[in-house]
T-cell receptor, first 111, second 115 residues
Framework: RKEVEQDPGPFNVPEGATVAFNCTYS??????FFWYRQDCRKEPKLLMS???SGNEDGRFTAQLNRASQYISLLIRDSKLSDSATYLC????????????FGAGTQVVVTP | DTAVSQTPKYLVTQMGNDKSIKCEQN?????MYWYKQDSKKFLKIMFS???????INETVPNRFSPKSPDKAHLNLHINSLELGDSAVYFC??????????????FGPGTRLTVL
C-alpha cells in the first residue's frame, strides 16, 4: 500500500465552481501535512500547510481528519490559473525532512 | 533571482555514460535534498544533506553519488546510466533538518533521458 494515495483525476471544473478532493495516508503517527502545487513541467511549490483544526488561505481550505487518516483540499471560485496538479504531502514522526508525496490530483479549470 | 537553481535543465545521454547534475541555493538554508520524479509522477526522496553531512540516503543504487562541497551546493553524479534512470530530478532546500513545518523549496528540475 502506498504511503500517500490520491485520486489522480482529472477533475474538470468550470470557472467559478468549487472543487474538493481528498488524500489518504497510511501512517497514523504522521505529524505534518501539506498541499503542494505542481504546474505542468514545473517544480512543486508549497500551497499550504494543513493544521489539525483546518485552515483557510483565500479561496483554499484544507482539512485534516486524523481518525480516518485523510486530508482534503477545497478550492472555491475556481480560476483558470488554478489548473495544476495538487500534491498531498505527509511528514512522518521518524523522518527528518523526509516528505512522502502522493502522485497528485490533476485539476483542470475550464472557461 | 532564482532561489534554487539546477543545471542542466535537460540531459539526454546514452546508456552506460556518467553524468552530473548541479544544484545551488541562495536562501542560506542548511538542508538540501535530491528527489526523483518518475513517469508516474511520484516524487521520491533520494538523499538529504544537512550542513554538508549526509543525513538521508534512501534505497538508491550506489551508481548515484551525491556530493556537497558546501551547504549551498549539492551535486548528483550518476555512473553507468541505465534506461530506468530516465526521470526528472529535483533539488530542494529547507531551512533546517526538522522538516515538520519547514517549507521545502524546489529547483526547476533536470529532465534526464537515457537512450
Amino acid at each position: 500500500r502506498k504511503e500517500v494515495e490520491q485520486d489522480p483525476g482529472p477533475f474538470n471544473v468550470p470557472e467559478g465552481a468549487t472543487v474538493a478532493f481528498n488524500c489518504t495516508y497510511s501512517n497514523s503517527a504522521s505529524q505534518s501535512f501539506f498541499w503542494y502545487r505542481q504546474d505542468c513541467r514545473k517544480e512543486p511549490k508549497l500551497l499550504m500547510s494543513v493544521y489539525s483544526s483546518g485552515n483557510e488561505d483565500g479561496r483554499f481550505t484544507a482539512q485534516l481528519n486524523r481518525a480516518s487518516q485523510y486530508i482534503s483540499l477545497l478550492i472555491r471560485d475556481s480560476k483558470l490559473s488554478d489548473s495544476a496538479t495538487y500534491l498531498c504531502v505527509v511528514n512522518g514522526p521518524d523522518s527528518w525532512g523526509k516528505l512522502q508525496f502522493g502522485a497528485g490530483t490533476q485539476v483542470v479549470v475550464t472557461p | 533571482d532564482t532561489a534554487v537553481s539546477q543545471t542542466p535543465k535537460y540531459l539526454v545521454t546514452q546508456m552506460g555514460n556518467d553524468k552530473s547534475i548541479k544544484c545551488e541555493q541562495n536562501l542560506g538554508h542548511d538542508t538540501m535534498y535530491w528527489y526523483k520524479q518518475d513517469s508516474k509522477k511520484f516524487l521520491k526522496i533520494m538523499f538529504s544533506y544537512n550542513n554538508k553531512e549526509l543525513i538521508i540516503n534512501e534505497t538508491v543504487p550506489n551508481r548515484f553519488s551525491p556530493k556537497s562541497p558546501d551547504k549551498a551546493h549539492l551535486n548528483l553524479h550518476i555512473n553507468s546510466l541505465e534506461l530506468g534512470d530516465s526521470a526528472v530530478y529535483f533539488c530542494a532546500s529547507s531551512q533546517d533538518l526538522a522538516g515538520f513545518t519547514d517549507t521545502q523549496y524546489f529547483g526547476p528540475g533536470t529532465r534526464l533521458t537515457v537512450l
